[in-house]
């Protein structure tokens, strides 16, 4: 069973700090990676997406990739009350191309 | 604003009904996925469609059933509704992958969703 792991939360960062999301998965063979933020009550909405080792950024988000040890992360910098939401990581699997959800990690930024 | 619709936005059913979601991609995506959300839950795949043929299904019964239509829009049925139906059904259009293509069409977009409450 193919799986995308995240921690639930809730992760509570002071406002002005860095948020560190981490997401692990099973499928060696997957490429492409997803962050997507949601709102309560509301459709998931892309944040970045990375099929590169390393780091990708952009504005306050940068996302990691470490293929190696399986796993993916989003820092948020200057995190803002805005940025309390839920973010999903999701990743392509290798077989079908379909994609794998985690169960989303919980983020609160206080003010 | 992602371009995808989807209607209607919320819908209350009883048990043993039968419920037709409907989804329009976005201009120029061919492939359709449509996923459930339990609260506090990631969303959980159903199916794809691609040029109007089901295209990779997740570990839903055949009470679940959708179409694809020409114009890349679609529909999820859903027949005999159970209380454990009740959810957000999500469609998400994107590019299909095709040989040589960019990674980045793996990108899904999505509608608002439709609530679904069966009572």
């Known amino acids: 069973q193919k799986e995308v792991e995240q921690n639930s939360g809730p992760l509570s960062v002071p406002e002005g700090a860095i948020a560190s999301l981490n997401c692990t998965y099973s499928d060696r063979g997957s490429q492409s990676f997803f962050w997507y933020r949601q709102y309560s009550g509301k459709s998931p909405e892309l944040i970045m997406f990375?099929?590169s080792n390393g780091d990708k950024e952009d504005g306050r988000f940068t996302a990691q990739l470490n293929k190696a040890s399986q796993y993916v992360s989003l820092l948020i910098r200057d995190s803002q009350p805005s940025d309390s939401a839920t973010y999903l990581c999701?990743?392509?699997?290798?077989?079908?191309?379909?994609?794998?959800w985690g169960a989303g990690t919980k983020l609160i930024i206080k003010p | 604003e992602t371009g995808v619709t989807q209607s209607p936005t919320h819908l209350i059913k009883t048990r043993g009904q039968q419920v037709t979601l409907r989804c329009s991609s976005q201009?120029?995506?061919?492939?359709v996925s449509w996923y459930q959300q339990a609260l506090g839950q990631g969303p959980q795949f159903i199916f794809q469609y691609y040029r109007e043929e089901e295209n990779g299904r997740g570990n839903f019964p055949p009470r679940f059933s959708g179409l694809q239509f020409p114009n890349y829009s679609s529909e999820l049925n859903v027949n005999a509704l159970e209380l454990d139906d009740s959810a957000l059904y999500l469609c998400?259009?994107?590019?299909?992958?095709?040989?040589?293509?960019?990674?980045?069409?793996?990108?899904?977009?999505f509608g608002p969703g439709t609530r679904l409450t069966v009572l």
């Open positions: 201009s120029g995506h061919n492939t």
């Open positions: 999701a990743a392509v699997m290798d077989s079908n191309y379909q994609l794998i």
């Open positions: 998400a259009s994107s590019l299909p992958r095709l040989a040589g293509a960019d990674l980045s069409t793996d990108t899904q977009y």
């Open positions: 990375i099929y």
